[in-house]
């Protein structure tokens, strides 16, 4: 299958600071990228879904001014987390899908953040 | 609304026995996909299948095997003569078909915890 790379894979980071996560689609244009959230021992859920050089939608109850999203190139997407927080703390995964008709979206690895 | 219901949170057993993952789906759309992946504790997302909706055959793949139906909402996955590498969490998914017949986001279950025993 293709391949996204995410990074960092983990990152601990004080209250109050900002962290940048990227995501790449490796060997595929990737148009739209998903980022998904999963809390310790809970299920993934999608936080929003992102289009390349369109704004970010984003599920309700997620807060888009402080998970910024940019999908500024086909290869490329961040999730910055502004002025994180203890509850922050959580598995960020992204999911990069091609163009193209029945194609499949591929994950990365996920960034395990931690906010001390 | 789509839902997927993964009613196992937890399963135990020993090495060498068979364990099916039960995985009930919901949705209104007539073209969907449906996945299952298994998160070891390093916490990367390993995919195991992809089933569409047209097709119902029953996969097996070495000691996995799956069994899709339609008529009960259902796609179960089996393992057969489990090991230890085994032990992980596996989630049941669901996702809608856009126009193009292309994958959208996905809607997981809440996972089954499955622990094997030497």
């Known amino acids: 299958g293709a391949v996204v790379s995410q990074h960092p894979s983990r990152v601990i980071c004080k209250s109050g600071t900002s962290v940048k996560i990227e995501c790449r689609s490796l060997?595929?244009?990737?148009?739209?990228m998903f980022w998904y959230r999963q809390f310790p021992k809970q299920s993934l859920m999608l936080m929003a879904t992102s289009n390349e050089g369109s704004k970010a939608t984003y599920e309700q109850g997620v807060e888009k001014d402080k998970f910024l999203i940019n999908h500024a190139s086909l290869t490329l997407s961040t999730l910055t987390v502004t002025s994180a927080h203890p509850e922050d703390s959580s598995f960020y995964i992204c999911?990069?899908?091609?163009?193209?008709?029945?194609?499949?979206?591929?994950f990365g690895q996920g960034t395990r953040l931690t906010v001390v | 609304a789509q839902k997927v219901t993964q009613a196992q949170t937890e399963i135990s057993v020993v090495e060498k026995e068979d364990v099916t993952l039960d995985c009930v789906y919901e949705?209104?759309?007539?073209?969907?996909?449906l996945f299952w992946y298994k998160q070891p504790p390093s916490g990367e997302l390993v995919f195991l299948i992809r089933r569409n909706s047209f097709d119902e055959q029953n996969e097996i793949s070495g000691r996995y095997s799956w069994n899709f139906q339609k008529s009960t909402s259902s796609f179960n996955f089996t393992i057969t003569a489990s090991q230890v590498v085994d032990s992980a969490v596996y989630f049941c998914?669901?996702?809608?078909?856009?126009?193009?017949?292309?994958?959208?986001?996905?809607?997981f279950g809440k996972g089954t915890k499955l622990s094997v025993k030497p």
């Open positions: 999911s990069a899908r091609a163009t193209g008709g029945f194609t499949e979206a591929f």
């Open positions: 060997d595929f244009q990737a148009t739209t």
């Open positions: 998914a669901l996702s809608e078909a856009d126009y193009g017949g292309s994958q959208g986001n996905l809607i």
């Open positions: 949705t209104r759309d007539t073209t969907y996909y």
